[in-house]
């Protein structure tokens, strides 16, 4: 059984091991600069986490986390990212939350920005009903390089 919780301190100990996760690094491409800075990661999310504004979810599937959402505002928009642990990939787990978590978000239109070759994150927005807008670059800590990222808009 899936569900949708707020995001508390607690929560963050383990979404700091998730998002440590270097197939995941890769993948987000725009990540801290550091990702592996546990303080920089506990200071920074605890912001976000006790900040009214942002909307912060922990996904649990069976009680256990399996990852979370989050929708904060950047450069005039409301965009939604997520971030799932590697060993639930591709079991629907990301679709499903990303569902659920834009349901209960009022504030139209979402977007979202996903690195060009993050294929699977691509399809799951995608099967939300985000439609591709346009492109925009950026550089990636991840990759330590400028690289390419798609923009995502639902309405």
Same mark, same amino acid.
């Given at each position: 059984m899936m569900e949708l919780t707020k995001t508390t301190l607690d929560d963050l100990q383990t979404l700091f091991v998730f998002q440590s996760n270097k197939a995941g690094i890769w993948m987000a491409a725009f990540t801290a600069e550091n990702p592996s800075d546990k303080e920089f990661?506990? &200071? !920074?999310?605890? !912001? =976000?986490? #006790? &900040?009214?504004? =942002?909307k912060m979810q922990t996904m649990r599937v069976n009680n256990k986390i399996v990852g979370s959402f989050v929708h904060f505002d950047f450069?005039? #928009?409301t965009n939604v990212s997520y971030w799932i642990d590697e060993q639930h990939w591709g079991k629907g787990f990301a679709t499903e939350g990303l569902k659920a978590f834009i349901k209960d978000i009022p504030k139209r239109p979402l977007f979202a920005r996903i690195a060009f070759d993050n294929f699977a994150s691509q399809k799951v927005v995608e099967k939300c009903g985000f439609v591709k807008i346009g492109t925009d670059k950026g550089f990636a800590n991840a990759r330590q390089t400028e690289i390419e990222e798609f923009i995502y808009k639902l309405n």
């Amino acid at each position: 059984m899936m569900e949708l919780t707020k995001t508390t301190l607690d929560d963050l100990q383990t979404l700091f091991v998730f998002q440590s996760n270097k197939a995941g690094i890769w993948m987000a491409a725009f990540t801290a600069e550091n990702p592996s800075d546990k303080e920089f990661y506990i &200071n !920074k999310w605890t !912001k =976000i986490v #006790e &900040n009214p504004d =942002i909307k912060m979810q922990t996904m649990r599937v069976n009680n256990k986390i399996v990852g979370s959402f989050v929708h904060f505002d950047f450069r005039g #928009e409301t965009n939604v990212s997520y971030w799932i642990d590697e060993q639930h990939w591709g079991k629907g787990f990301a679709t499903e939350g990303l569902k659920a978590f834009i349901k209960d978000i009022p504030k139209r239109p979402l977007f979202a920005r996903i690195a060009f070759d993050n294929f699977a994150s691509q399809k799951v927005v995608e099967k939300c009903g985000f439609v591709k807008i346009g492109t925009d670059k950026g550089f990636a800590n991840a990759r330590q390089t400028e690289i390419e990222e798609f923009i995502y808009k639902l309405n």
